[in-house]
């Protein structure tokens, strides 16, 4: 079992950055692969980025592609996600997850995540 818990979240002003912390608890920390999903009013949650466990491997959804930067530290037991140059269309609700893996291209599927934290608001202001 893994229990996820987000910070970092808050106002920004458009072109902004922001850095997401998930602290993990439990010791497999180092076996999950780890994402970032969001969810914006009235719409579905999607998927942001994922990293590999041993952090070797990273994967982004085309919008955040080059702006976002997903990274761990096994030691910290703790996934980051780094947010520059944000966009209004970045308002959401993000939320940590974890995932015992399955095919790399897959994990862009909330469904192959078995834990989730409760979510930490970004609101970007244009």
């Known amino acids: 079992q893994v229990q996820l818990v987000e910070s970092g979240g808050g106002l920004v002003q458009a072109g902004g950055s922001l850095r997401l912390s998930c602290a993990a608890s439990?010791?497999?920390?180092?076996?999950?692969?780890m994402g970032w999903f969001r969810q914006a009013p009235g719409k579905e949650r999607d998927f942001v980025a994922a990293?590999?466990?041993?952090?070797?491997?990273?994967l982004y959804a085309d919008a955040v592609k080059g702006r976002f930067t997903i990274s761990r530290d096994n030691a910290k037991i703790t996934t980051y996600l780094q947010m520059n140059s944000l966009k209004p269309e970045d308002t959401a609700v993000y939320y940590c997850?974890?995932?015992?893996?399955?095919?790399?291209?897959?994990?862009?599927?909330?469904?192959?995540?078995?834990?989730w934290g409760q979510g930490t608001q970004v609101t970007v202001s244009s």
């Open positions: 997850a974890a995932s015992l893996g399955g095919t790399w291209s897959r994990l862009r599927s909330s469904i192959l995540y078995a834990y």
């Open positions: 439990g010791r497999t920390f180092s076996s999950y692969v």
């Open positions: 990293v590999s466990p041993s952090g070797d491997s990273t």
